[in-house]
């Protein structure tokens, strides 16, 4: 009757780099050296894991980096990495997480254009009297407004014109923009975010982490950790407005104290990093939201402008 050692043969070599093992696993490329296939549960294990992050030690990353700004970077710092969440992999998972939710969430930024801050502003004697408007009638916001029709297409023409003498297949295509009508056009501008925005703010942590060398030339500080600081604390910045897309309309409060951790998170995390006087810290915080708003909006606009028209 077969058991499980004449199933899996403890095995003298590595089925992958063919180095001799001892053990379950090689000491060369770091393999199991009991090789089976696969249960559907661990491969599901492995995909989370590997991919999703989620994983034992995420509720330590977690902890510390939801409730103790910095703290996590500085652990990184001094070697103790094996127990957490790598940076790169916490930051990706969060920011897909985020894109996912806005993209097939259901939430559409026209729905909640002039959303009352408190639940009890949403009921007044006013609004209680006035006349709910019809969902098909109410006024939505387009991306390019027309006056008259044909008016973005004569005001594009010249530009088009110019754009055709180096890039003949673009102009066709703002050719082609021209002429949808503004649903189609504003359908394709959100399918060339969702498509290219992603890329555009992740491009962003490198020079998110060269204004911090920047504003903390001196400190002894390499770039690697500003860096570092910096995939730790937009992965909070995408967890953080996840939670604030996500809580219920109910639940203002919730949503108000999210909103205010969020904006003073990064201050108090730069002072536990960094150190230095609270003065010179606020300064530094205003002087890089400044650069890096300026910077991740232009580049959200280009890649959003390179998708719609490629």
Known sequence: MNNDLELHPVATHCANCSATVSGHFCHQCGQE?????????????????HYVALEGKLWKSLGLLLFRPGRLSLE???????????????????????????????????????????????????ADQAPAKPAKA???VEV???????????????????????????????GELVEMDSARREQAVKAAF??????????????????????????????GEHLLFALHTNAFAFLALTLITLVPAGFGLVAFALQ?????YLPVAMQKVYGGSRVL??????????????TMLVAIVAATGYGVLH
Request: hydrophobic share 45%; net charge positive.
């Open 76 to 126: 990184y710092i001094k070697g103790k990495r094996v127990r957490y969440v790598q940076p790169l992999r916490m930051y990706l998972t969060f920011s897909l997480i985020f894109f996912a939710v806005l993209k097939f969430g259901g939430f559409d930024a026209n729905t909640h254009v002039g959303k009352p801050a408190h639940p009890a502003a949403a009921s007044t004697p006013a």
């Open 281 to 294: 810290t606020a300064v530094r915080w205003i002087v890089l939201m400044l650069l890096h708003l300026l």
């Open 194 to 223: 969702y498509a290219y925005a992603p890329y555009a703010i992740f491009f962003m942590m490198p020079v998110f982490a060269f204004y911090l060398k920047i504003l903390y030339l001196g400190t002894g500080r390499r770039y």
């Open 260 to 264: 205010v951790w969020l904006t003073f």
């Open 33 to 49: 050296t009991v090789l089976h296939p696969p249960s559907a549960r661990e491969f599901m294990h492995e995909f989370i894991g």
């Open 138 to 140: 109410r006024e939505k």
């Open 144 to 174: 390019v407004h027309e006056d008259k029709p044909g008016e973005f297409r004569e005001g594009t023409q010249d530009v088009r014109d110019w754009v055709r003498g180096y890039s003949p297949h673009t102009a066709d295509r703002m």
